[in-house]
Structure formats: structure tokens, C-alpha cells
């Protein structure tokens, strides 16, 4: 896949390119990433890429003829989408991340600045993406995050791929709690259903504990996940499955008595 990144400061992503599992994925090939700065495609001898609003208001924004031009000097693979990262945009989660990763060969990726930009470069764009309801200085973090979020479900990145649908988000539920060594540290002990070796169990324990941390922590994906379950026809069966409901202080209670 390829992505190329319109931005004003490609110098951002110098350290999270080269990084980590994203980082290798480059190195393998497995994706490609291309930053154009607007900067360079303009015509004036101070290099402008912003200016005042019509009709007043507070701060700048990005100029729209950079913008055009940066975008159509790249190549135009088949299977292109145009977005604008935007407060406005669709919020990034899961399901988008896996549209974009198994439908697209290419992701141009804008990242606005100042003020934002001159609404007529909504003409070139999509899709507008959003990281979440808050507002930065820039939409170059957002970009990094839809690229991390999209390379590691590419063929190839992770190398355990069971890894990518046993993980928050992907069933629709939260993750479980997982625990490695020590298996007692400070007092905190580790589930006894994980040192069984008791593979059942421990699978149903998690099951229940992605359902109870879900219900505790997201309702929101719960009331989904039990809407997409009611129209599969199984919402009895996965009600018949919830852990019993306990307060915070009855875990407490639980906590000292295994202590």
C-alpha cells in the first residue's frame, strides 16, 4: 500500500516511520509512505500556504492552490481515497481502519493546519477522518495514528495474525486482562483459571471479562455489540454468557480474601 502524506511539516515523521513494527513494515516493503510539503509546489518568492479568512476572523488558513497542486503531482494508483484529517471527519476506529487497509492500494493523507483549510480543497478530498471530538495544532498526529492503525492489519506486518482479531475493537468488545510474569508482584496475584493450563476455562474466563470490562467501561460498545448479536439471532445466547455484575467494592472484597 501506498501512502502519501501532504503536510507542512514532513520533518514529524521522521521517528515514527522509522520505528517499531511500522518501521519494519517499511523496510519490508510492505507499505510505502511519501510526504509533499504544499510548501514546495507554490509560486510566490515567500512560499505562502496560508492566509486570512473572507469575511474576517480569528487565524489563518491553508491556501488552497498548494494543496492542489501537491496532490495532483503524486501518481493515481486504481484504488485510491483522498482524505482530510479533520475534527469534522468521520471518527477513526476499527472498522474503518480495516476498510481502508483491505480496500485501497493507495491513502492520500491531508494534513491540515492553522485554522484549517480553504473549504474548496473539500472538492479534492473523499473522506474526512477524525481522531476524536478535541482539536490540535495540526492534523499530522492524526495522520500518524491512521497509518499506524491501517500498516499493522497489512499481510505481513504482525507476525502472529491470530493477534489482530483477539485484541479490543475487533469483536466489538474490549480486551481481556492478560498478565505475564511474576505471577504474584506486590501482592497482586495472577488469576488462578490462567495457571491451570485448563485452555476452556481460561478461554471463558476471558470471554466473560472482555464482556464485564466492556460493560464497566464502554456501555456504548456493549448496547453495539448486543445489537449486532439480537440481529444474528444470538443476543440469548451471549446474555446467558455475562459474568455476574459486581460492584467496586465487592471486587475489593474478593481482592483481600485472595490475598
Not at 515514527?16 to 523496510?27: I, P, W, Y
Not at 509546489?41 to 492542489?68: A, Q, S, W
Not at 481522531?131 to 495514528?145: K, R, S, V, W
Not at 488462578?192 to 481460561?202: F, K, Q, R, T, Y
Amino acid at each position: 500500500m501506498r501512502f502519501d502524506i501532504v503536510t507542512l511539516f514532513p520533518d514529524c515523521f521522521t521517528s515514527v516511520l522509522n520505528s517499531g513494527l511500522l518501521g519494519k513494515a517499511l523496510a519490508k516493503q510492505i507499505a510505502q509512505v511519501n510526504l509533499a510539503n504544499p510548501r514546495d509546489f507554490t509560486t510566490d518568492k515567500h512560499r505562502k500556504v496560508d492566509d486570512e479568512p473572507y469575511g474576517g476572523g480569528v487565524g489563518m488558513l491553508m491556501k488552497p492552490e498548494p494543496i492542489f497542486s501537491a496532490v495532483e503531482s503524486l501518481p493515481v494508483l486504481p484504488r485510491r481515497e483522498i482524505i482530510l484529517m479533520s475534527p469534522q471527519g468521520q471518527t477513526i476506529n476499527q472498522p474503518l481502519l480495516r476498510e481502508l487497509a483491505s480496500n485501497y492500494d493507495q491513502l492520500v493523507v491531508i494534513c491540515g493546519h492553522y485554522e484549517g483549510v480553504d473549504e474548496r480543497v473539500l472538492h479534492l478530498v473523499t473522506r474526512e477522518v477524525s481522531l476524536g471530538d478535541f482539536i490540535l495544532t495540526g492534523g499530522e498526529i492524526p495522520a500518524m495514528a491512521l497509518i499506524n492503525g491501517v500498516v499493522r492489519l497489512l499481510p505481513g506486518t504482525v507476525a502472529k495474525t491470530e493477534s489482530l482479531t483477539a485484541e479490543s475493537f475487533e469483536e466489538g468488545l474490549l480486551d481481556y486482562p492478560q498478565y505475564t510474569r511474576p505471577a504474584n508482584f506486590r501482592g497482586w496475584k495472577v488469576p488462578d483459571v490462567l495457571l491451570s493450563g485448563n485452555h476452556a476455562a481460561i478461554a471463558k474466563w476471558r470471554y466473560e471479562q472482555q464482556i464485564e470490562r466492556t460493560r464497566d467501561r464502554r456501555p456504548d460498545l456493549l448496547s453495539k455489540w448486543l445489537d449486532r448479536r439480537q440481529e444474528a439471532g444470538g443476543r440469548e445466547n451471549s446474555e446467558r454468557k455475562f459474568p455476574p455484575i459486581r460492584s467496586s467494592e465487592g471486587q475489593g472484597e474478593q481482592r483481600e480474601q485472595e490475598d
